[in-house]
T-cell receptor
Framework: GDSVTQTEGQVTVSESKSLIINCTYS????????LFWYVRYPGEGLQLLLK?????QKGSSRGFEATYNKEATSFHLQKASVQESDSAVYYC???????????FGIGTLLSVKP | DAGVTQTPRHEVAEKGQTIILKCEPV?????LFWYRQTKIQGLELLSY????????DGGAFKDRFKAEMLNSSFSTLKIQPTEPKDSAVYLC????????????FGEGSKLTVL
């Protein structure tokens, strides 16, 4: 079936350091999925951070970037310099091209130390 | 515009009880989703409606979980009978028909089953 695997558990990074949260996917029934990163900040609802629907393209938002790598079936989330306000739970997700149904990874809790 | 509204925010139930969670999607959205969120499984899709028609009913959840859309602006998720393993956060999300994959989530209903 279709699935998303991402860095599990908690990632702790010091402020101003770089970050990478790994995400790989399997899309056997979808073929060429759309890829997303969602984020849940403390006290807020889950919200879209960025999306990419074309292989080879890069999406960016709030200093975060992710590149759709079809060969490696990956969509890693990166940021060059994290801030304390980036502390949140991050979810990688995919969908088919013909619908809004999302399949999510398990979520990664990012904790940024001052 | 109002976002997705979920009630109650917190629910405590005894094993065997029936509970009903409610969701009001963003006005004008045609797609509505119910997800269950746990630390072990992440986000699991329970139900997916498009224009009030049930498009997908999560196979593993069919026996005790029933989602309905009474009209385009209101949905319920009934769990009957509840079990301790149902303790989780239940998220409702909505989206428009543009198939962008951008879902708007409510803040969730946290269910604890004793």
């Amino acid at each position: 079936g279709d699935s998303v695997t991402q860095t599990e558990g908690q990632v702790t990074v010091s402020e101003s350091k770089s970050l990478i949260i790994n995400c790989t996917y399997s899309a056997t029934s979808i073929g060429y999925p759309n890829l997303f990163w969602y984020v849940r900040y403390p006290g807020e609802g889950l919200q879209l951070l960025l999306k990419v629907i074309t292989a080879g393209q890069k999406g960016s938002s709030r200093g975060f970037e992710a590149t759709y790598n079809k060969e490696a079936t990956s969509f890693h989330l990166q940021k060059a310099s994290v801030q304390e306000s980036d502390s949140a739970v991050y979810y990688c997700a995919l969908s088919g091209s013909s619908g809004n149904k999302l399949i999510f990874g398990i979520g990664t809790l990012l904790s940024v130390k001052p | 515009d109002a976002g997705v509204t979920q009630t109650p925010r917190h629910e405590v139930a005894e094993k065997g009880q029936t509970i009903i969670l409610k969701c009001e999607p963003v006005s004008g959205h045609n797609d509505l989703f119910w997800y269950r969120q746990t630390k072990i499984q992440g986000l699991e899709l329970l139900s997916y409606f498009r224009s009030k028609s049930l498009m997908e009913d999560g196979g593993a959840f069919k026996d005790r979980f029933k989602a309905e859309m009474l009209n385009s602006s209101f949905s319920t998720l009934k769990i009957q009978p509840t079990e301790p393993k149902d303790s989780a956060v239940y998220l409702c999300a909505s989206s428009d028909r543009a198939n962008t994959g951008q879902l708007y989530f409510g803040e969730g209903s946290k269910l604890t089953v004793l």
